[in-house]
């Protein structure tokens, strides 16, 4: 009865840690591969800010955005 119940209770946490990272590892790739800001917020914030976008220099903040991201992920 009580092994059954420490089994229980270890088969539970060891379904949690692993329910955690396999959240966790999805959510990055999620996000990596599908950013929360996208070519046209990015033209509509430069719009705001009174600058006239390129799709150059649109191009060339979202490789930036994606590389410090990489750079924050290998922490």
Known sequence: MGMTI???ILALL??????????????ENYL???PPISEEMLRTMMLQMGQ???SRKLHQMMQAMKAQAKKS???
């Open 32 to 34: 990596r591969n599908n």
């Open 14 to 27: 060891v379904g949690l840690v692993i329910g955690f990272f396999g959240a966790r590892k999805y959510m």
């Open 52 to 54: 006239k976008p390129s």
């Open 73 to 75: 992920n290998r922490k």
């Open 6 to 8: 420490m089994l229980m």
